[in-house]
């Protein structure tokens, strides 16, 4: 069966440590995404200030999440 759309996307290739894949991998399966890339698209939506856009995880949406990913989540430049 299809997926449904998740909107307007523009593809993306990062080459990311193996150790890293491994904890955002970990992170994903204890917050419930559908995916890692929902779940990276996510974070990334999150720490741009644009929760709006993130579809799966917001920051009220798991509380226990690490402390380090609010502290990135929450970083201005």
């Excluded at 955002?24 to 559908?34: D, K």
């Excluded at 917001?58 to 201005?76: A, G, K, N, S």
Aim: glycine share 2%; charged share 25%; hydrophobic share 35%.
């Amino acid at each position: 069966m299809p997926m449904p759309s998740k909107g307007d996307r523009t593809s993306l290739t990062v080459r990311l440590l193996s150790k890293l894949i491994e904890t955002l991998t970990t992170q994903r399966s204890s917050a419930g995404a559908t995916s890692l890339s929902q779940y990276v698209t996510d974070l990334i939506a999150i720490a741009s200030d644009r929760e709006n856009l993130a579809l799966e995880f917001t920051r009220e949406h798991d509380r226990d999440f690490p402390l380090t990913t609010w502290l990135l989540c929450t970083v201005r430049t």
